[in-house]
């Protein structure tokens, strides 16, 4: 379970977070203003701080240098300004991504998803099995039954994306976020395209999938074969 610690002024979208990703299986804890939230991350560090930049206490980029100061904790900053200079402004002042208000709660749990994969967060340390088919993060390779997989950068990283989600439904719109970094859609006969690429190295098609299957105006799943000997072993 992934502890998430969410500094956001506005009850609302506070609320609205707490809820989001509690339901989507995260350990969740708020703040209205940053100080207190600050005292509470040296005492118990959280796997992602969300950041807020327009807090009522202190500026968001001070906090964050604060942040930087004392840990290595990951952090997405949300901001209401979309602008370039704002945002390369929260990177450089230690920010590992972002998120632009108004935004949905699967953009930003697609943000923390990757931020994880990339290093930040303890639980993406092993490699991710699903069935016969093993996904290793660290080393950026994969294997099926033994048997290295040859993938593209974007082939692995939809891999991944699906792999460390396993036998749950994937929107497009989070794999948009997530391995293309497009928080709008327009983009969907590129994921079809890369599924397919997949799924060729799977050993499987759309018609007869074994790990990838298609939810149809929904999303795709990645589950193990519900019988062993389909598993390509």
């Known amino acids: 379970m992934v502890s998430i610690l969410v500094v956001e002024d506005d009850p609302e979208i506070r609320r609205a977070l707490v809820k989001g990703l509690t339901e989507r299986g995260h350990a969740v804890e708020s703040f209205g203003t940053g100080l207190p939230a600050l005292e509470r991350m040296l005492a118990q560090a959280p796997d992602v701080l969300l950041l807020d930049l327009g807090l009522p206490d202190i500026d968001g980029l001070q906090l964050l240098a604060m942040v930087r100061a004392v840990s290595e904790v990951p952090v997405v900053v949300a901001t209401a300004q ?27 749990a697609a943000r923390i998803r990757a931020i994880l994969r990339r290093g930040g967060g303890h639980d993406r340390a092993a490699p991710l099995v699903v069935g016969d088919l093993q996904v290793d993060p660290r080393t950026r390779t994969a294997q099926l039954a033994g048997r290295p997989l040859e993938l593209a950068r974007k082939e692995f990283e939809l891999l991944l994306a699906l792999a460390s989600r396993p036998n749950e439904v994937v929107t497009k719109r989070e794999l948009l976020v997530e391995v293309w970094q497009q928080p709008y859609g327009g983009a969907d006969r590129t994921i079809d395209v890369h599924l397919s690429w997949l799924r060729r190295k799977l050993g499987e098609t759309a018609a007869q999938p074994r790990y990838l299957h298609t939810v149809r105006g929904v999303g795709v799943r990645l589950a193990a074969p519900a019988d062993p000997a389909d598993d390509g072993s």
């Open 82 to 108: 979309d602008d370039d200079r704002a945002i390369v402004q929260a990177l450089d002042a230690g920010a590992d991504d972002y998120v632009v208000k108004p935004f949905g709660l699967d953009q930003v």
